[in-house]
């Protein structure tokens, strides 16, 4: 099966600041990538995604980056603001090309960003 | 835009109890899920949910365990006899299928058990 390692647990930027989360997956042929964002006292919310067919995907602020051969993906946020403090989680999902299959999910980082 | 929706968003109950959760998975949606995180670690895989059956459990999923999709639109996990070790935040997931592979969550239900 697939395992996600997540780091790191906890990560402080100022304001305008970029932050980099990264993570790690076990099994090379995982191919769908999601980041979700958990603000406090609410469910986790896709914030964006990737395919192993595609090596970075931006959306205004947040970008995402995968290396397949290293088995690794992080997640950029650029020009951070204080509503983008929340727990972020990376996933995977299991098993590949079974779009109903179930989220491999990281530890989660809180980030916390300092006005 | 549909969301899912959960409910009780707090629920206490008794060790040894039987508890509910509900879940209202976004309209026309094909795929369902539960996901559980017990507080400080990762969000776990529960059950996942398709045509009506179960497709896969974890092994967190044992007898105390049971899903069902009574009418069509609700989507319940159901604890027989609850455990201390039971305590924990559950998520309930939807995803619309059709080629598309967005799983949308819940705000989730928080189970304590005294």
């Known amino acids: 099966g697939e395992n996600v390692e997540q780091h790191p647990s906890t990560l402080s930027v100022q304001e305008g600041d970029s932050a980099v989360i990264k993570c790690t997956y076990s099994?090379?042929?995982?191919?769908?990538f999601p980041w979700y964002k958990q603000e406090l006292g609410k469910g986790p919310q896709l914030i964006i995604d990737?395919?192993?067919?595609?090596g970075e995907k931006k959306d205004q602020r947040i970008a995402v980056t995968l290396n397949k051969t290293a088995k690794h993906f992080s997640l950029h946020i650029t020009e951070t603001q204080p509503e983008d403090s929340a727990v972020y989680f990376c996933a995977a999902r299991w098993p590949p090309y079974n779009q109903g299959g179930k989220l491999i999910f990281g530890q989660g980082t809180e980030l916390s960003v300092k006005p | 835009e549909p969301e899912v929706t959960q409910t009780p968003s707090h629920q206490v109950t008794q060790m040894g109890q039987e508890v509910i959760l509900r879940c209202v998975p976004i309209s026309n949606h094909l795929y369902f899920y539960w996901y559980r995180q017990i507080l400080g670690q990762k969000v776990e895989f529960l059950v996942s949910?398709?045509?009506?059956?179960?497709?896969?459990k974890s092994e967190i999923f044992d007898d105390q365990f049971s899903v069902e999709r009574p009418d069509g639109s609700n989507f319940t996990l159901k604890i027989r006899s609850t455990k201390l070790e039971d305590s924990a935040m559950y998520f309930c997931?939807?995803?619309?299928?059709?080629?598309?592979?967005?799983?949308?969550f819940g705000p989730g239900t928080r189970l304590l058990v005294l």
């Open positions: 099994d090379s042929a995982s191919n769908y």
């Open positions: 949910f398709y045509n009506n059956e179960i497709s896969e």
């Open positions: 990737i395919r192993s067919n595609v």
């Open positions: 997931a939807s995803n619309p299928g059709a080629g598309r592979e967005t799983q949308y």
